[in-house]
């Protein structure tokens, strides 16, 4: 990263460099004032980074529900997964993931 830092950081100069219709992507979680400075990151116009973390919690959703087990437990044991399931996807969302 020290080839990096602190010479590449994604402003609005690269933005605008970039093209007026170029769009901000993150997967998250990003180094604020390192990577990106906030004002490019939190921009609600031309930042995706929001979207992007967002469309990874349902990739994540898919990949549980393909890799847990097929049987039919009981619907309290049902209500239970999804109860921790729905826990631990809000916890992510709290940490910007």
């Known amino acids: 990263m020290d080839v990096f830092y602190p010479k590449y950081q994604v402003t609005w100069d690269m933005m605008n460099v970039a093209g007026p219709n170029s769009m901000f992507m993150h997967c998250l979680p990003a180094n604020r004032g390192e990577e990106v400075v906030d004002e490019v990151m939190?921009?609600?116009?031309?930042?995706?980074?929001?979207?992007?973390?967002?469309?990874?919690?349902?990739?994540?959703?898919?990949?549980?529900?393909?890799?847990?087990?097929?049987?039919?437990?009981?619907?309290?044991?049902?209500?239970?997964?999804?109860?921790?399931?729905?826990?631990?996807?809000?916890?992510?969302?709290?940490?910007?993931?």
Do not use: F
């Open 42 to 97: 939190d921009d609600p116009e031309r930042s995706l980074c929001w979207v992007e973390a967002e469309n990874r919690k349902h990739s994540i959703r898919a990949i549980l529900a393909t890799l847990c087990p097929q049987s039919e437990p009981d619907e309290q044991k049902a209500a239970a997964y999804r109860a921790t399931i729905n826990e631990r996807m809000a916890a992510l969302g709290k940490h910007g993931l």
